[in-house]
């Protein structure tokens, strides 16, 4: 046999294995998908009290709360960084839980809805109204700071007033 012939047939070889562990893997995601379930509400107060989308967008409205949408995967690096430092920080966990109905979503469990919010890079933060409007959203990673002075704006409705850079230096 000639090298090209043999060249040729360990392609066609590779391309066919590649072929069949996509479609294990993606038939693997799609049962995954099938099964998911929303998470269950965190009841301890050295974490935020994440809701799944449809529960929580129904109490936001019930309760005429703001929502707070993050967009996360678990190899995204920024996303595991605001976990460890943002998501811990106490007086951004005591705003939350006071003035916000808190919805995660997993993009790699749920692409219908990262594609639904023209989710682009991860982690994104949505900002809503009580009644599920969209304000704003927020690309990449927030300090404990910044997001807690965003909070407050949202939450006071001053996004209705003025803008951001005017709102901070009111407070």
């Not at 998470?39 to 005429?64: E, F, H, R």
């Not at 595991?80 to 006071?98: E, G, I, W």
């Not at 109204?129 to 909070?151: F, H, R, T």
Request: aromatic share 12%; glycine share 4%; with cysteine.
């Amino acid at each position: 046999m000639k090298k090209e012939n043999i060249l040729v047939i360990a392609i066609i070889c590779i391309t066919i294995i590649g072929f069949i562990v996509y479609n294990n893997f993606k038939s693997e995601k799609q049962t995954d998908l099938i099964q998911e379930k929303e998470p269950a509400q965190v009841s301890d107060t050295s974490n935020i009290d994440w809701l799944g989308y449809a529960q929580g967008m129904d109490l936001a409205k019930s309760q005429n709360k703001h929502v707070f949408l993050y967009f996360h995967a678990d190899w995204c690096t920024y996303c595991a960084k605001l976990k460890k430092t943002t998501f811990r920080d106490a007086a951004v966990l005591k705003y939350l839980k006071d003035n916000f109905i808190s919805i995660a979503v997993d993009t790699d469990k749920n692409q219908g809805m990262a594609k639904q919010w023209k989710v682009r890079g991860l982690p994104t933060l949505w900002f809503l109204k009580p009644d599920n409007s969209k304000i704003s959203s927020i690309p990449g990673y927030v300090d404990a700071e910044q997001l807690l002075q965003i909070l407050k704006y949202i939450h006071t409705t001053s996004y209705g007033k003025m803008n951001f850079q005017d709102f901070v230096k009111t407070i």
